[in-house]
């Protein structure tokens, strides 16, 4: 039996995302230790796993992110992105780092040992504790391939690859430059806490140390990622990460209707963490009112008062608002789904086959939103808040021309072949032997 070490971010989805990774453990015999948001614990506890509070580092968990971090507010793209990782990913590192460290000094005065870590990457300070400490780390990723190369573009700005010693020359500069603006405090916070904490000036960027050197996950398969001619051989695909089958869901009233009339099915949603409904979810609301449609959304809190009070008026008719309906369920009913591109839902969404159009600039969407136009899957809007006339075209376009289906059932072909929680705990397994 082993002793796993799993520590995520106060976000919901990169919490909730390795729950049955943790799970498939617990099935085998092992103890998984979960240092994470206190919002997350009961979750945590159900499946087996035992829940460790942060300490010293911040909990933002069950909080509203731009109450917690009002600095973020009205900010988007790559500027949001470097304040991010330096304040926050990069910024708390010392604070995970002494938690961490507490936690496996605990269990060495129990006389046992933790065998591995896990971290969704954005958790900085995990690698730290691995050389300080000597236990193997891995990473997994609920967001686009961290690995850079030559023929990569740079994270940030959303660009696409560009075939071509000119595509290499635009990614060289643009990589230089993110490097020197984007990520420049990030870099130097990064650099500082490592000196503090007297280990050695790291060889790679603060970007590139997102992932553990010794073994990856990646959330995805190859069809939806940009070409690497040549990826190490700790980085390994694990197909979409698709969260356990849901117990105790009732459905609706009105859900046996879906496809009886046939009327195509889009779903609607911007996350968890945009909570403020005039985003998306009312540009769509309204640019899909009088079409022939079923338009099912789910909020991930608000109440469908909540959405009607910021539609202005009372909901079209072909309009139904949920807080929440399993992912699977209203996926293997949905014709399209509208979405801001968080990767969760779009890779579970293309793991169903259904063609998307994104709407959403903020965070890391940019880059989600180029590799859904890339791989041919969907429409990219280009705003976090979208006019909804633009909205209706890319519907309508996405329902009408059958490529966009054909490519997410590309797709989706790939990531049959996979079971993403099994696969990770074979691959832990094998980490901590």
């Known amino acids: 039996m082993a002793t796993f070490l799993f520590a995520s971010i106060a976000v919901q989805a990169h919490t909730t995302n390795p729950l049955p990774i943790a799970a498939r453990l617990v099935e085998r015999g092992h103890r998984v230790l979960w240092y994470s948001g206190k919002a997350f614990h009961d979750r945590i506890a159900a499946i087996g796993a035992t829940p460790l509070p942060y300490v010293d580092a911040p909990d933002f968990s069950g909080h509203d992110i731009f109450e917690f971090f009002p600095e973020f507010k009205g900010m988007s793209g790559p500027k949001q992105i470097g304040l991010a990782f330096d304040r926050i990913f990069v910024?708390?590192?010392?604070?995970?780092?002494?938690?961490?460290?507490?936690?496996?000094?605990?269990?060495?005065?129990?006389?046992?040992s933790v065998d591995a870590m896990l971290t969704e990457g954005l958790s900085y300070g995990v690698g730290?504790?691995?050389?300080?400490?000597?236990?193997?780390?891995?990473?997994?990723?609920?967001?686009?391939?961290?690995?850079?190369?030559?023929?990569?573009?740079?994270?940030?700005?959303?660009?696409?690859?560009?075939?071509?010693?000119?595509?290499?020359?635009?990614?060289?500069?643009?990589?230089?430059?993110?490097?020197?603006?984007?990520?420049?405090?990030?870099?130097?916070?990064?650099?500082?806490?490592?000196?503090?904490?007297?280990?050695?000036?790291?060889?790679?960027?603060?970007?590139?140390?997102?992932?553990?050197?010794?073994?990856?996950?990646?959330?995805?398969?190859?069809a939806f990622e940009y070409p690497h001619a040549d990826l190490p051989s700790h980085i390994n695909w694990i197909g979409a990460l698709k969260p356990d089958p849901t117990t105790g869901w009732v459905e609706p009233a009105w859900w046996s209707d879906l496809g009886t009339d046939r009327k195509p099915v889009v779903h609607v949603t911007q996350g968890s963490l945009r909570p403020d409904m005039t985003e998306l979810v009312v540009p769509a609301i309204r640019a899909l009112a009088d079409e022939n449609a079923r338009v099912i959304v789910t909020t991930g809190g608000p109440s469908r008062s909540a959405v009607e009070t910021a539609y202005g008026q009372a909901l079209p008719s072909n309009c139904i608002v949920e807080q929440w309906i399993p992912y699977d369920e209203i996926l293997n009913k949905a014709?399209?789904?509208?979405?801001?591109g968080g990767y969760t839902g779009v890779t579970l969404a293309l793991s169903h086959g259904v063609p998307i159009v994104q709407a959403g600039t903020t965070e890391e969407k940019a880059e989600i939103a180029a590799r859904i136009q890339w791989s041919g899957v969907g429409l990219r809007l280009g705003k976090t808040g979208p006019a909804p006339d633009k909205v209706r075209a890319a519907v309508r376009r996405v329902l009408d021309e059958p490529g966009f289906r054909v490519a997410a059932r590309k797709v989706q072909a790939e990531m049959a072949t996979h079971d993403s929680s099994r696969e990770a705990a074979d691959l832990l397994e094998k980490l901590a032997s």
């Open 91 to 112: 910024g708390h590192a010392p604070h995970r780092v002494a938690d961490l460290r507490a936690i496996i000094a605990a269990e060495r005065t129990e006389g046992r």
């Open 128 to 222: 730290m504790v691995s050389e300080l400490e000597g236990v193997p780390w891995a990473t997994f990723a609920d967001g686009p391939l961290p690995y850079a190369d030559a023929d990569t573009p740079p994270f940030g700005p959303g660009m696409m690859p560009m075939a071509g010693p000119i595509g290499r020359l635009r990614n060289r500069l643009v990589r230089t430059i993110a490097a020197k603006v984007i990520f420049k405090n990030a870099e130097r916070t990064y650099d500082a806490i490592r000196a503090d904490l007297g280990l050695p000036r790291d060889p790679n960027s603060a970007l590139d140390s997102v992932a553990s050197p010794m073994l990856h996950m990646q959330g995805c398969t190859p």
């Open 335 to 340: 014709d399209v789904f509208v979405t801001n």
